[in-house]
């Protein structure tokens, strides 16, 4: 597609039960990121892909959330045992090269509810 | 560590008043900076940026310069308009793109224009 996409837009989930959550980055873009947004708060870096480098997984808040991606297309995050405090707007970005001197693009976001 | 910080808000003006979101940030060297726009129901957009020191950003009629000494990037517009109605994000990347390549953002600052 023209830009990058995430799926689904919208998940309400109940606490304790597992989430996964899609990018499908700009086809050609090397770079991926995951963010995440709480409500009234700046983007929170979670987990950065480079091409074939390792992962930097530095961001991610603890070990119920992973990340996977498949050589330079799409990525999953995973979130096991969901809990209230994971509540907010998971955001995906792409970019040309993994150097944050250029643009990234973003997607429009997953929307994330734990009940 | 790196980090930015950008006014409080929201912001709500009348249409063709004069804008500006105050950004400041913390950094070693000089990091590239950038502003970032999310219009309701998109992704993050990059609206501007600016990689060295006095530097000038401009785009649709926002611009931000780049100021060393006061460790700024205020974003600034002439005469705003209902569609300039966003979050904007204020956004660093540390030099050398840092060891994720990731950006630092901003919380974000809601503007409302009312016509």
């Known amino acids: 597609g023209a830009g990058v996409s995430q799926s689904p837009s919208n998940k309400v989930t109940e606490k304790g039960k597992d989430v996964e959550l899609r990018c499908d980055p700009i086809s050609g873009h090397t770079a991926l990121y995951w963010y995440r947004q709480r409500l009234g708060q700046g983007l929170e870096f979670l987990i950065y892909?480079?091409?074939?480098?390792?992962?930097?997984k530095s961001g991610l808040p603890s070990d119920r959330f992973s990340a996977e991606r498949t050589g330079e297309s799409v990525s999953t995050l995973t979130i096991q045992r969901t809990q209230q405090e994971d509540s907010a707007v998971y955001l995906c970005?792409?970019?040309?090269?993994?150097?944050?001197?250029?643009?990234?693009?973003f997607g429009e976001g997953s929307r994330l509810t734990v009940l | 560590g790196d980090s930015v910080t950008q006014m409080e808000g929201p912001v709500t003006l009348s249409e063709e008043a004069f804008l500006t979101i105050n950004c400041t940030y913390t950094a070693t060297g000089y990091p590239s900076l950038f502003w970032y726009v999310q219009y309701p129901g998109e992704g993050l957009q990059l609206l501007l940026k600016?990689?060295?020191?006095?530097d000038k950003g401009s785009n649709k009629g926002f611009e931000a310069t780049y100021r060393k000494e006061t460790t700024s990037f205020h974003l600034e517009k002439g005469s705003v308009q209902v569609s300039d109605s966003a979050v904007y994000f204020c956004?660093?990347?540390?030099?050398?793109?840092?060891?994720?390549?990731?950006?630092?953002f901003g919380k974000g600052t809601k503007l409302s224009v009312k016509p």
């Open positions: 970005a792409s970019s040309w090269k993994g150097r944050a001197g250029g643009e990234l693009f």
């Open positions: 892909f480079q091409g074939n480098s390792a992962p930097d």
């Open positions: 600016a990689t060295k020191a006095d």
């Open positions: 956004a660093l990347s540390p030099p050398g793109g840092g060891s994720q390549g990731n950006l630092i």
